[in-house]
């Protein structure tokens, strides 16, 4: 029996998310999902006057190409990938499958590689068009948010179909406290960091660029961090799992950089010279996801959390920043989590998760 749910997301990402106008091309890149959702897209994009375009992916096959990948290769697929890019209007992605750890075996250095080779084709579509990215509902998932699969399946569904909207008015007070604002103290367990934030734009994220969304994004000036983070929620990067990532910062770089597998994370942050210098830093609001599931796109928009992401920046808040790594790493400050504490030029606005300004407290998560 057809779920009506995958009707509902379909009209959300085409209408909402990414506005589809008449005459305009959409691509649709599927990775490892149900032909359901995909045939409701191409409906969806239709009845909006636009013209849907499908990629097809497998990530089986994607680890096979990558463990032999050479530079010819990744150029071609590149420029191939970039050519067609730039005749859509809008991207939706949409990536399933079953094993997080997919790329695990994939040798270090063809994952650097790769990341690299491939940022311009990422540029292409985050700076050019109208995109939004999601994942698909699997066990895997469910097993990594300790959730039976039908439980998760209804979960995904509540959190991705949330009404965005209703949170607008409190999107726009964050941004526009953002993008006025000049220096940020960040206080918690195994925390301390303060950065400048002065210039650079804050942007909010309502279910327009990711599902699930919730959060509010800028950069920090590029030399301005100071201090150290703990990152207490774990996280999956180029196939492999991480815990309890620390980092020291001396004039914006990391330093110092420790986690249950110091090795492997160094060699991430030694892609290139970007990869030790901050990218985004961002507030997450969700108030449907509480728990950590070590995937990225939901673990980001954690209630009361933010992320502090080494990498790339956004050109829409760009602090100059370029690498082939951008990795959201997330810090949880709910009183569960150990609290935790963040100023905006000597304000405190937020405390233990919760926003204390009246104009942000809407997008405060219920308190059970």
């Known amino acids: 029996m057809h779920d009506a749910r995958i009707d509902q997301l379909a009209k959300q990402l085409v209408g909402y998310s990414t506005a589809v106008k008449p005459g305009e091309k959409v691509l649709i890149d599927l990775f490892d999902v149900p032909e359901q959702i995909g045939i409701a897209l191409i409906r969806e994009v239709r009845a909006a006057g636009g013209i ?21 290769q990744l150029d071609t697929f590149v420029d191939v990938g970039i050519y067609q890019m730039k005749g859509m209007d809008c991207y939706i992605a949409i990536r399933g499958g079953h094993n997080s750890n997919e790329l695990s075996d994939v040798p270090a250095e063809k994952r650097q590689m790769v990341a690299e080779k491939t940022r311009p084709l990422m540029n292409e579509r985050v700076n050019n068009t109208r995109w939004c990215v999601l994942r698909w509902p699997n066990p895997s998932m469910a097993q990594g948010a300790g959730m039976s699969t039908e439980a998760f399946e209804d979960f995904y569904f509540r959190v991705c179909l949330l009404d965005y909207a209703a949170l607008q008015e409190g999107m726009t007070a964050l941004e526009k406290r953002m993008t006025e604002a000049k220096e940020v103290h960040i206080k918690g367990e195994g925390t301390d960091l303060k950065f400048s934030i002065e210039g650079i734009p804050g942007v909010a994220c309502g279910g327009n660029f990711n599902i699930p969304d919730g959060e509010c994004f ?85 209630a009361g959390s933010f992320h502090f992401t080494p990498g790339q920046a956004y050109e829409i808040a760009d602090n100059s920043n370029r690498s082939a790594v951008h990795w959201d790493l997330v810090n949880i400050q709910r009183p569960d989590y150990g609290g935790g504490e963040i100023w905006f030029d000597g304000e405190l606005l937020r405390k233990d998760g919760q926003f204390l300004p009246e104009d942000l407290q809407i997008l405060n998560y219920p308190e059970s």
């Open 218 to 302: 800028t950069a920090p000036v590029l030399d301005s961090v100071q201090g150290h983070i703990t990152y207490n929620a774990p996280s999956i990067y180029q196939g492999t799992s991480f815990d309890q990532v620390y980092f020291e910062f001396q004039d914006g770089k990391i330093v110092k950089a420790t986690a249950n597998n110091t090795e492997a994370l160094n060699e991430i942050l030694d892609t290139d010279d970007g990869a030790r210098f901050i990218g985004e830093f961002a507030i997450g609001f969700n108030p449907e996801i509480r728990e950590p599931m070590r995937d990225i796109l939901f673990d980001e928009k954690i």
């Open 52 to 72: 849907p375009f499908v990629n097809l992916n497998s990530m089986q096959i994607h680890r096979e190409l990558q463990r032999e990948a050479c530079e010819e």
